[in-house]
């Protein structure tokens, strides 16, 4: 649905993204992660058809967004991290405004807007001004502007940012909805653990480029490692370790605690508590230590 080969942008000799390659399937969520200024509005606003590339090649659904760029809008919703919003307009109107520039006819653009809305928890701004919405409100009215003509590709940039809770659980909600329909999205993000909890695939950007892309489980294995495995024991017992070296790596210990690596959860855990078994150890659990996507975002920026 997504498609980057080599594509490139410089300002002024700068080189905002340089040389991305990458491919986002249908019904596929990609999250684009990287520090301030890393690259991702600029790659996004390349994939609405807004800025041209100043070389290699972005297409969306097949249509190039240098050369098709009416195909590539008519497919694309887009939300940006500072949407814009005519403040003077009620929501009716501002719903009514893009609807037309969309294409929709009249009966879509009261039907679509008002489902919209109450999806997200606001019907009674139908008829209020804009002006007098919370941000979280702009935020969700942003987000039904990008919705309303139910394109294929959504390019979102921030889109929980000022948002509370709840307000935040229905957009993960709608996002999570929108690719089971095999809509495909682009998240741009700096909060890991929503990124963690709805990507599909990371890419993470640094100064223009991806420097590691992969599913949330294959970024922590290549960066952080094999699994990491944490056994408790009901009482401290001396000589644990000595016991186990022959089966897994041991990491840390404590009184009544180990941390050890693995390849193989399947077979080397059964195996360590067979082992404690025969030697009269009782053990209180064992399970995998949770390594958040943090761990790995904070290890890519480091190298």
């Given amino acids: 649905m997504i498609q980057l080969e080599g594509l490139t942008k410089r300002f002024d000799g700068f080189a905002a993204v340089s040389d991305v390659s990458l491919s986002v399937a249908s019904g596929e969520v990609l999250a684009l992660l990287g520090p301030n200024g890393a690259g991702k509005t600029t790659t996004v606003r390349m994939l609405a058809a807004i800025l041209q590339p100043t070389s290699g090649r972005a297409a969306i659904a097949g249509f190039d967004v240098v050369d098709q760029p009416s195909e590539v809008r008519r497919r694309v919703g887009l939300l940006t991290e500072h949407p814009g919003l005519y403040r003077r307009m009620r929501g009716r109107e501002y719903l009514d405004f893009f609807g037309r520039l969309m294409g929709l006819d009249v009966g879509e653009r009261i039907a679509c807007g008002k489902e919209l809305l109450n999806h997200f928890g606001m019907p009674d701004a139908w008829d209020l001004r804009i002006g007098t919405y919370s941000k979280g409100m702009q935020q969700k009215m942003a987000l039904v502007r990008a919705m309303l003509h139910q394109p294929s590709v959504l390019l979102l940039d921030e889109p929980t940012s000022a948002m509370d809770p709840h307000s935040a659980k229905l957009v993960r909600d709608a996002i999570r909805s929108l690719r089971d329909q095999s809509r495909t999205i682009v998240l741009c993000t700096h909060n890991l653990p929503e990124a963690e909890m709805l990507a599909d695939r990371l890419a993470i950007i640094r100064r223009g480029t991806i420097v590691a892309l992969g599913t949330p489980a294959e970024l922590k294995r290549r960066l952080l490692g094999p699994p990491l495995m944490e056994l408790r024991l009901a009482q401290r017992v001396d000589g644990v370790v000595g016991l186990i070296s022959d089966i897994v790596t041991v990491q840390e210990q404590g009184d009544t605690y180990i941390r050890y690596e693995t390849h193989s959860v399947s077979d080397t855990s059964p195996a360590v508590l067979n082992?404690?078994?025969?030697?009269?150890?009782?053990?209180?659990?064992?399970?995998?230590?949770?390594r958040s996507l943090e761990d790995v975002y904070l290890q890519v920026v480091r190298e």
């Fill in 275 to 290: 082992r404690l078994v025969e030697h009269g150890i009782r053990v209180a659990t064992l399970s995998e230590v949770h």
